[in-house]
């Protein structure tokens, strides 16, 4: 089955910075990544996704992009803020009779004031 | 508009004990999911409907978890005989067929 690994664990940049979220995939059938933002108590929120026909996309402060080659797909946030602040799950998933992501085991962005 | 609704919020149990966790998905979403997050984890799959077809329970990790869905509907998650070890939040996601999932704020089962 699929395997998604992400990178880092835990991120902490001070506000204004960059943070970039990297994630790698097994299955090269995966055709849609996903990521969302869970802040604390709550549940997970899709916050941006990517399918495989094109290889970047960009929603004001947060871009992805995908190299298929590599089966690596990475989330970029600009010009943090504080309430960035929150655990981010990358996730892949393929057609087929089901569909079922499997995520990443998350990255705990901490932005400081 | 309601989104997906989980009962109850938090549950403490204790060992050996069965408990039942209840989910509402957003009205008209054929799909439906059940995930476990314990602590300092990702999200494991745990079950899957969709529509009419047989569930996929591969996620499931013994025959002491199951997961209905009546009417389509409501799904309920079932543990029996609970273990310290199935301590974590289980979260219910609901879509329309292939897509953004939509996640409820989840049922934290603690068991003592």
């Known amino acids: 089955g699929e395997n998604v690994e992400q990178h880092p664990s835990t991120l902490s940049v001070q506000e204004g910075d960059s943070a970039v979220i990297k994630c790698t995939y097994s299955?090269?059938?995966?055709?849609?990544f996903p990521w969302y933002k869970q802040e604390l108590g709550k549940g997970p929120q899709l916050i941006i996704d990517?399918?495989?026909?094109?290889g970047e996309k960009k929603d004001q402060r947060i871009a992805v992009t995908l190299n298929k080659t590599a089966k690596h797909f990475s989330l970029h946030i600009t010009e943090t803020q504080p309430e960035d602040s929150a655990v981010y799950f990358c996730a892949a998933s393929k057609p087929g009779g089901s569909y079922i992501p499997t995520f990443g085991r998350g990255t705990s962005l901490i932005v400081h004031p | 508009g309601a989104g997906v609704s989980q009962s109850p919020s938090n549950k403490v149990t204790e060992k050996g004990k069965d408990v039942e966790l209840r989910c509402d998905p957003i009205?008209?979403?054929?799909?439906l999911y059940w995930y476990r997050q314990s602590l300092g984890q990702g999200l494991e799959f745990l079950i899957y409907f969709q529509g009419n077809s047989a569930p996929d329970k591969s996620g499931l990790p013994s025959d002491r978890f199951s997961a209905e869905r009546t009417g389509g509907s409501v799904s309920t998650l079932t543990i029996q005989r609970t273990q310290q070890e199935d301590s974590a939040v289980y979260l219910c996601?609901?879509?329309?067929?292939?897509?953004?999932?939509?996640f409820g704020e989840g049922s934290r089962l603690t068991v003592l």
């Open positions: 990517i399918r495989s026909n094109v």
């Open positions: 299955d090269s059938a995966s055709n849609y």
């Open positions: 996601a609901s879509s329309l067929d292939v897509g953004e999932l939509f």
């Open positions: 009205s008209g979403h054929t799909a």
